[in-house]
């Protein structure tokens, strides 16, 4: 008898890991919120507005029975936006089983309560389910895992034995799954980043070249880890698929639905019409907003995050928040280095 999987959210990642998981021989049911969406993905056999081109295999079935995806389940993947993923969780909360392994792949931090993931759903599910709950993380554009390109993710999880599963469940020969039990880092890194590739696409916008996107992108690979570390993640993680990793693909692919926002910006467009221009939820604007705060919480300097934050909320010119970053008072990248050592050893 086929494992039967539930994928919760009819998007384009929630649709390329329904595909990967089918044609591993699992029988997945996809829910989808919307009842024409579900109708076309069934007869037409292609998602057309979120993952156009992909054929949606024999094993999927989509439904507008939540509980349905539900039902049979050894697996469940919380496939949504990171802003809908409470509700979901709450609506779902008459079919939750101890028995049951919990995916998410939501990248973002709750805007109104600065809760990573894993807190959200600890808090609407219950902490006893943060044993079978992982984090699906790392850099992966749905438009490549469809088409079965080579690619390798991290699964994050408090319980070790969770991760495996997870690692077992997804892996493939062109899909590579690694396991992390620093559950909060894997979430930072992979909320955090799209912060940077909105920059990167601003500079890009601006006209600005190579040697201005490799400085956001590595100077925010050092704001995401002070934040990171303070939180109480690993530095470590930062470095790997769920840190660098992600913030390359997202900052330099067109895939990146912040990166083409954040070049519509810079060529002017307002946050609304990128919005608009892109058309699929864009993380990292509601990101931005949460880390704002929590850099404010935490006392952490985070420059390019502040700068950002005055263009899409404060009406900053996006050339003016170059020059200042440009212009700050300068400093030492090594002292950087230690002073996140020594937190670090602290921590331990």
Same mark, same amino acid.
């Given at each position: 008898?086929?494992?039967?999987?539930?994928?919760?959210?009819?998007?384009?990642?929630?649709?390329?890991?329904?595909?990967?998981?089918?044609?591993?021989?699992?029988?997945?049911?996809?829910?989808?919120?919307?009842?024409?969406?579900?109708?076309?993905?069934?007869?037409?056999?292609?998602?057309?507005?979120?993952?156009?081109?992909?054929?949606?295999?024999?094993?999927?079935?989509?439904?507008?029975?939540?509980?349905?995806?539900?039902?049979?389940?050894?697996?469940?993947?919380?496939?949504?936006?990171?802003?809908?993923?409470?509700?979901?969780?709450?609506?779902?909360?008459?079919?939750?089983?101890?028995?049951?392994?919990?995916?998410?792949?939501?990248?973002?931090?709750?805007?109104?309560?600065?809760?990573?993931?894993?807190?959200?759903?600890?808090?609407?599910?219950?902490?006893?389910?943060?044993?079978?709950?992982?984090?699906?993380? !790392?850099? $992966?554009?749905?438009?490549?895992?469809?088409?079965? #390109?080579? @690619?390798?993710?991290? *699964?994050?999880?408090? +319980? %070790?034995?969770?991760?495996?599963?997870?690692?077992?469940?997804?892996?493939?020969?062109?899909?590579?799954?690694?396991?992390?039990?620093?559950?909060?880092?894997?979430?930072?890194?992979?909320?955090?980043?799209?912060?940077?590739?909105?920059?990167?696409?601003?500079?890009? !916008?601006? $006209?600005?070249?190579?040697?201005?996107?490799?400085? #956001?992108? @590595?100077?925010?690979? *050092?704001?995401?880890? +002070? %934040?990171?570390?303070?939180?109480?993640?690993?530095?470590?993680?930062?470095?790997?698929?769920?840190?660098?990793?992600?913030?390359?693909?997202?900052?330099?692919?067109?895939?990146?639905?912040?990166?083409?926002?954040?070049?519509?910006?810079?060529?002017?467009?307002?946050?609304?019409?990128?919005?608009?221009?892109?058309?699929?939820?864009?993380?990292?604007?509601?990101?931005?907003?949460?880390?704002?705060? %929590?850099?404010?919480?935490?006392?952490?300097?985070?420059?390019?995050?502040?700068?950002?934050?005055?263009?899409?909320?404060?009406?900053?010119?996006?050339?003016?928040?170059?020059?200042?970053?440009?212009?700050?008072?300068?400093?030492?990248?090594?002292?950087?280095?230690?002073?996140?050592?020594?937190?670090?050893?602290?921590?331990?």
């Amino acid at each position: 008898m086929k494992e039967h999987v539930g994928v919760i959210g009819a998007g384009s990642w929630a649709t390329a890991l329904a595909a990967l998981l089918a044609k591993k021989g699992r029988r997945v049911i996809m829910y989808a919120r919307r009842p024409e969406l579900a109708e076309e993905i069934n007869i037409t056999r292609e998602n057309s507005r979120y993952l156009p081109g992909v054929a949606i295999h024999p094993n999927i079935e989509v439904t507008v029975d939540l509980e349905r995806a539900f039902r049979k389940a050894r697996v469940v993947v919380f496939g949504v936006p990171s802003h809908a993923f409470r509700e979901v969780v709450r609506q779902s909360r008459p079919f939750l089983k101890n028995d049951t392994i919990y995916v998410n792949t939501a990248k973002g931090i709750e805007e109104t309560s600065l809760s990573s993931m894993s807190a959200v759903f600890a808090q609407e599910a219950g902490t006893e389910l943060l044993q079978k709950y992982a984090g699906l993380s !790392g850099p $992966s554009h749905a438009e490549e895992v469809g088409r079965e #390109l080579p @690619t390798a993710v991290v *699964a994050a999880s408090y +319980r %070790l034995e969770t991760a495996e599963y997870v690692q077992e469940l997804f892996m493939s020969d062109r899909f590579r799954v690694y396991t992390n039990p620093d559950v909060l880092g894997v979430e930072l890194g992979g909320a955090l980043k799209n912060i940077i590739a909105l920059g990167t696409g601003i500079a890009e !916008g601006l $006209s600005f070249g190579d040697n201005t996107k490799a400085a #956001l992108m @590595t100077r925010g690979l *050092a704001e995401i880890t +002070r %934040l990171g570390v303070i939180m109480g993640a690993n530095p470590l993680t930062f470095a790997g698929l769920a840190g660098v990793g992600d913030l390359i693909v997202t900052c330099t692919s067109m895939h990146s639905r912040n990166r083409r926002a954040g070049i519509a910006i810079g060529k002017g467009s307002s946050v609304e019409e990128a919005l608009e221009l892109v058309d699929m939820v864009v993380e990292g604007v509601r990101t931005t907003r949460a880390a704002h705060q %929590l850099s404010a919480r935490y006392a952490v300097e985070m420059p390019i995050t502040d700068q950002i934050y005055k263009v899409l909320f404060e009406g900053l010119a996006p050339g003016t928040a170059v020059n200042n970053l440009m212009s700050r008072g300068r400093t030492r990248e090594m002292e950087e280095v230690a002073k996140m050592t020594v937190k670090l050893l602290n921590n331990n």
